[in-house]
């Protein structure tokens, strides 16, 4: 309906009238309307139609004068009778649509008249043509008529004509009008008020519910009422679903909520939990390092082996905990190069096999002369992952290591064992962090980041991570990688660190805010060789380097210190002070994202706590002694600060 198509009529604001209209009355105006369209349609159709008829009729009694008077016009031009040739033309323009005529001999013209020539009116000339004059016998041209045409006085006819038509059309379209008022009114008014009764009794009961309405008419074939109907009753069943969703997903929300607050507060108390930990575990790896180190007697070596290894499972919690904060931080960068990949499987067949046979396990690793492109600090941290993970969770018979080459230049590094396996509803869940499948660790105890660690790692180098397992019949996890286009590249193998720099004579400065940590450091580094002064302040540690003959050959500043100073600040404060660049070194407690970032930002060294003796040994050596440190590249105990890379998930840096 044109009511309903209209913009301009939808908006009841542009028509001010259709405001307050009832129904009918719309309805009729619509009829109206659509009425007055067609009438103009119509009545303009008709007019055109009766114009072209009567210019066609007009033209073709014009021509027909024409070709009838030629042949006598031509007798004249050629007796060159002039008076009789103008008494031709003028019985031409005296008559229909021909207002003038005009003989031509060449471009000269001979005779011509014009029917408005002596009434003063001017010429309105509609059409123009002509035709040529031949001589009697049509062997020659001799010239030319040109007649020029008006249709001046058929539009005048015309418009006497139109009101006529123009009342006959509006009589037809007025009757069509009544009509279709008639049948639009019965047909759709008298159940649109029934349907609009049905919906107001609908919208009384509660909201939720979805009664269904209907029109009650009986016997009757379905038309597009019905498939409003239809509508209605879908809109309105969907709009209690749709209210219903509303109210869960308000439920949802708050639930969401509450839980992202509690994992919020969760999350501050292990930061501060982690932190407060690692404070007095570095300061007990300290002091084991500098009791390891005594000539004890046999009975007192084997429990405190005991207790380094009961320290060295702590290590890998907090190391773990470390690579969780570095992935959130996005810090985490690959070092892209090609590698033999039997560097790694020496490596960790090396650390872990004592592991294993400690177990009663045998620890396999197939020799491999491939080559693969990838970063191979974090190749090596998968595969370590993967071979704890069996060592845990295998009671007896073996772990094989292995690669084979896939199609595609790809190279498949895989971990077989023949542990308790893995149940299906569990293996994409174990992959989660702190998420432990629910069996009892054989070995060594968790925190459930290993795997998780594994699947952000195989991701960030774009290396498929697969797992096959059974419960019950052991596991194969395997991790796949392009291999190299150039294995003819000599890499020098690393030199390895015998532990015997000398820092006689070395002064170290060292700032930190707990005395069980000062007292630690102190001891071990004069067990080195170093003298070493400790401060808990920046200002404290100027006033003792004042007392001191010489400045210190390298500075180890806890970052978080009391009084919102920062180790960062301690090492500017101090070059400053003494306008000297002294080496140093961070160290910290603190594994926040936001934390690490701003730690990269320093530019300096950076170990985050707790630290065991021979990593703090390392990285002092390095900073004394740059140029004679060898380059690690991912050993168990290579923690050396690498401000080169960013690629520091196996170091503490």
Same mark, same amino acid.
């Given at each position: 309906m044109l009511f309903l198509e209209n913009p301009t009529l939808r908006n009841p604001r542009s028509m001010p009238l259709l405001r307050y209209s009832s129904l009918n009355q719309k309805i009729l105006f619509s009829v109206i309307s659509v009425a007055l369209i067609m009438f103009s349609l119509v009545s303009a159709l008709t007019v055109l139609h009766e114009r072209n008829r009567m210019f066609n009729s007009a033209d073709m009694d014009a021509h027909k004068d024409v070709n009838d008077n030629a042949s006598v016009i031509a007798h004249d031009l050629w007796e060159f009778d002039n008076a009789a040739l103008k008494a031709s033309l003028k019985g031409l323009a005296l008559s229909g649509s021909i207002i003038r005529a005009e003989v031509f001999d060449g471009d000269k013209v001979v005779a011509t008249f014009s029917r408005l020539e002596?009434?003063?009116?001017?010429?309105?000339?509609?059409?123009?043509?002509?035709?040529?004059?031949?001589?009697?016998?049509?062997?020659?041209?001799?010239?030319?008529?040109?007649?020029?045409?008006?249709?001046?006085?058929?539009?005048?006819?015309?418009? $006497?004509?139109?009101?006529?038509?123009?009342?006959?059309?509006?009589?037809?379209?007025?009757?069509?009008?009544?009509?279709?008022?008639?049948?639009?009114?019965?047909?759709?008014?008298?159940?649109?008020?029934?349907?609009?009764?049905?919906?107001?009794?609908?919208?009384?009961?509660?909201?939720?519910?979805?009664?269904?309405?209907?029109?009650?008419?009986?016997?009757?074939?379905?038309?597009?009422?019905?498939?409003?109907?239809?509508?209605?009753?879908?809109?309105?069943?969907?709009?209690?679903i749709a209210e219903q969703q509303t109210v869960l997903l308000a439920r949802l929300s708050a639930q969401k909520e509450a839980a992202e607050v509690a994992n919020r507060a969760k999350s501050r108390f292990l930061a501060a939990a982690s932190h407060d930990l690692r404070q007095p575990i570095h300061a007990l790896h300290l002091f084991l390092g500098t009791l390891k180190n005594l000539d004890l007697p046999l009975q007192a070596q084997r429990p405190l082996a005991n207790v380094l290894r009961c320290t060295e499972s702590i290590d890998e919690m907090f190391v773990s905990l470390l690579d969780v904060a570095k992935f959130d931080a996005g810090l985490i960068e690959p070092q892209i190069s090609d590698f033999p990949i039997m560097t790694v499987l020496n490596r960790i067949r090396h650390e872990c096999t004592l592991e294993a046979n400690a177990k009663g396990l045998r620890l396999d690793v197939v020799p491999n002369s491939a080559w693969i492109r990838s970063d191979p600090l974090m190749v090596e941290r998968i595969l370590r992952n993967l071979v704890s993970n069996s060592i845990r969770y295998t009671a007896s018979g073996k772990i094989l290591v292995g690669c084979r080459r896939r199609p595609g230049n790809t190279l498949e590094l895989a971990v077989y064992d023949t542990g308790i396996g893995?149940?299906?509803?569990?293996?994409?869940?174990?992959?989660?962090e702190f998420y432990k499948a629910g069996f009892p660790d054989i070995g060594q105890p968790g925190l459930g980041l290993g795997l998780s660690i594994v699947d952000q790692l195989s991701k960030l180098l774009s290396a498929p991570l697969k797992l096959s397992s059974s419960e019950g019949m052991g596991s194969m996890f395997s991790v796949t990688f392009n291999l190299a286009q150039n294995t003819g590249i000599e890499h020098p193998p690393a030199r390895p660190f015998n532990g015997n720099t000398n820092f006689d004579g070395c002064t170290v400065l060292v700032i930190d805010d707990d005395a069980a940590i000062l007292e630690a450091t102190r001891g071990l580094l004069e067990q080195w060789g170093c003298h070493v002064i400790i401060a808990e302040g920046i200002n404290s540690a100027i006033k003792l380097l004042m007392q001191e003959?010489?400045?210190? $050959?390298?500075?180890?500043?806890?970052?978080?210190?009391?009084?919102?100073?920062?180790?960062?600040?301690?090492?500017?404060?101090?070059?400053?002070?003494?306008?000297?660049?002294?080496?140093?070194?961070?160290?910290?407690a603190d594994t926040s994202p936001t934390r690490i970032v701003q730690l990269k930002a320093t530019g300096l060294p950076v170990l985050h706590k707790p630290l065991r003796d021979n990593e703090l040994k390392i990285a002092l050596t390095q900073l004394l002694f740059p140029s004679a440190t060898p380059h690690f590249t991912g050993s168990k105990d290579s923690n050396l600060p690498d401000q080169t890379t960013d690629n520091v998930l196996l170091t503490h840096v």
């Open positions: 002596n009434t003063g009116s001017a010429e309105q000339a509609d059409k123009i043509w002509a035709i040529d004059l031949m001589a009697p016998d049509d062997s020659k041209k001799i010239g030319s008529l040109r007649i020029t045409e008006s249709y001046a006085e058929l539009r005048a006819v015309m418009a $006497n004509n139109v009101l006529a038509v123009i009342a006959s059309e509006l009589t037809k379209v007025g009757v069509l009008a009544a009509i279709l008022f008639i049948i639009v009114h019965q047909l759709l008014t008298r159940h649109l008020k029934s349907l609009a009764h049905e919906i107001e009794t609908a919208n009384t009961l509660e909201v939720g519910s979805a009664s269904t309405i209907s029109l009650h008419r009986n016997n009757r074939r379905r038309d597009e009422l019905d498939t409003l109907v239809d509508a209605i009753n879908r809109f309105r069943q969907e709009r209690a893995i149940a299906s509803d569990q293996q994409e869940k174990i992959f989660g003959a010489q400045l210190p $050959n390298a500075m180890i500043c806890d970052y978080r210190l009391r009084s919102k100073e920062n180790g960062a600040n301690a090492v500017a404060i101090i070059c400053e002070e003494f306008n000297a660049d002294i080496p140093a070194m961070l160290i910290t």
